[in-house]
């Protein structure tokens, strides 16, 4: 593992299933980010963690919820998923106020 | 209200001429910081180069620099002598404050296509 990995990398997904975005970042990084991205929308920050232990909600946090049991790991989950749930979601982290973010490759939801 | 603003949806350059892709931005906060970054088709999320709020100079990475206007709450993205691996869609990003929860806010984004 080099960098962020997230699974999976596709997933159609029945409306009303759920669904665990699995994002795990090699780096060290305390503080942790899921984007979703759509067009014409550029990137909307759904929840955020800056240090194992603790989250907080972004831009779109309805319907989505995480955790962050350790530095490494931040998973995203959708109870029940819903059509406009439809996106690409990015995980990110970073080191400190001045630091760019490191994204990972995406994960392509499609719920139908 | 969008805290950050892309004009530009689409952009068109001739290969080996220099681009400007605009960004505004809206804050109160003092501190903060200003990003750029490329997604080609891809996909992936490129960091291109940054830009803080009490830096005295305009940030340059290679090819990219940053005309930063603080007054006017502009940080446009210059790309010198484009090439045709530029084409991509480019994002502008702010993030606030000194607290380590303020998030970083992107724009819309820019398509930049690079013609020969």
């Known amino acids: 593992i080099a960098g962020i990995t997230q699974a999976p990398t596709s997933q159609i997904l029945a409306a009303g299933r759920r669904m665990t975005l699995r994002c795990t970042q090699d780096?060290?990084?305390?503080?942790m980010y899921w984007y979703r991205q759509d067009l014409g929308l550029g990137l909307r920050l759904i929840h955020y963690?800056?240090?194992?232990?603790?989250?907080g909600k972004g831009e779109v946090p309805d319907g989505y919820s995480v955790s962050r049991a350790n530095t490494d790991d931040f998973p995203l989950t959708l109870a029940s998923a819903v059509p406009s749930q439809t996106s690409v979601y990015f995980c990110?982290?970073?080191?400190?106020?001045?630091?760019?973010?490191?994204f990972g490759n995406g994960t392509r939801l499609t719920v139908t | 209200a969008q805290k950050i603003t892309q004009t530009q949806p689409g952009m068109f350059v001739q290969e080996k001429e220099a681009v400007t892709l605009d960004c505004t931005y809206d804050?109160?906060?003092?501190?903060?910081?200003l990003f750029w970054y490329k997604q080609p088709s891809s996909g992936e999320m490129i960091f291109l180069i940054y830009?803080?709020?009490?830096?005295?100079q305009n940030a340059t990475e290679g090819r990219y620099s940053l005309n930063f206007q603080k007054a006017r709450k502009s940080a446009n993205l210059v790309i010198s002598a484009s090439q045709l691996g530029d084409s991509a869609m480019y994002f502008c990003?702010?993030?606030?404050?000194?607290?380590?929860?303020?998030?970083?806010?992107f724009g819309a984004g820019t398509r930049l296509t690079v013609k020969p």
């Open positions: 990110a982290s970073r080191t400190g106020f001045n630091s760019p973010l490191h």
């Open positions: 780096m060290r990084h305390n503080a």
């Open positions: 963690s800056n240090t194992a232990g603790t989250t």
């Open positions: 804050t109160s906060d003092p501190s903060y910081g």
């Open positions: 830009q803080g709020s009490y830096d005295q």
């Open positions: 990003a702010m993030r606030e404050g000194l607290n380590n929860n303020n998030d970083m806010r």
